[in-house]
């Protein structure tokens, strides 16, 4: 069975543009997490998505969003780029999430960097 | 709010010896409790998870973590370090509608 798939592994771009990152989750998971990884602070939630509908979101600004797809494909996306932003973005998938009991499978993450 | 303590920023052990990884949690209701490792340009792998029942939880590579309710805690262990266990590892608890982590606990393993 593959794995948690996210694209692109690397990203770079500056201050002000707006940056999309994509993640297959493993076959037959509907439930999708994305996550932000920094030194500072850490591994944060940024929401789920379950059946194409958001069903949690973690505390971050409007300008991060999200969608999933009918074949449970998610993308996140990040408008206006910070240099705060920089950051390794997870994704999970599980099969499903309402009640936590499902471990999550991580992708290896898209590294992504502002200039 | 909820939250996920891992006291040690870095554990040093040597190859061979017993090592734990300690997890404190504050959390809402009964949790469900998991530990993930990340190695070096990787995602989190899934160790082992407490959602009921048994105290002592084994999971994978050897790893075996102990929930305690009255501590709040949920450390990780393992009887024989290898050096291959050498790498970032992360205690997280399910409430709330969301997995909030610990701020990881660099294990290293010496020969």
């Known amino acids: 069975k593959a794995g948690v798939t996210q694209t692109p592994r690397y990203l770079i771009k500056t201050r002000g543009q707006q940056v999309t990152l994509s993640c297959s989750p493993i076959?037959?998971?509907?439930?999708v997490s994305w996550y932000q990884q920094t030194p500072g602070q850490g591994l944060q939630f940024l929401f789920e998505y379950f059946s194409e509908t958001q069903r949690n979101k973690g505390n971050f600004p409007g300008r991060f969003s999200g969608r999933q797809f009918s074949n449970s494909r998610s993308e996140m996306n990040v408008s206006t780029l910070e240099l705060g932003d920089s950051a390794l973005y997870l994704c999970a998938s599980s099969l499903e999430g309402t009640s936590g009991r499902n471990e999550q499978f991580f992708g290896p993450g898209t590294r992504l960097t502002v200039l | 709010a909820q939250s996920v303590a891992q006291p040690e920023d870095q554990v040093n052990v040597a190859e061979g010896n017993p090592l734990t990884v300690k997890c404190t949690y504050s959390v809402s209701g009964n949790p469900y409790l998991f530990w993930y490792v990340q190695y070096p340009n990787r995602g989190l792998q899934f160790l082992l998870k407490?959602?009921?029942?048994?105290?002592l939880v084994k999971g994978s590579y050897g790893f075996e973590a102990e929930f305690n309710k009255s501590q709040t805690s949920f450390h990780l262990k393992k009887p024989s370090a290898l050096v291959s266990d050498s790498a970032l590892y992360f205690c997280?608890?399910?409430?709330?509608?969301?997995?909030?982590f610990g701020g990881g606990t660099r294990l290293m393993v010496k020969p």
């Open positions: 407490y959602i009921t029942g048994d105290n």
């Open positions: 997280a608890a399910y409430a709330g509608n969301m997995l909030t």
């Open positions: 076959s037959g998971h509907r439930s």
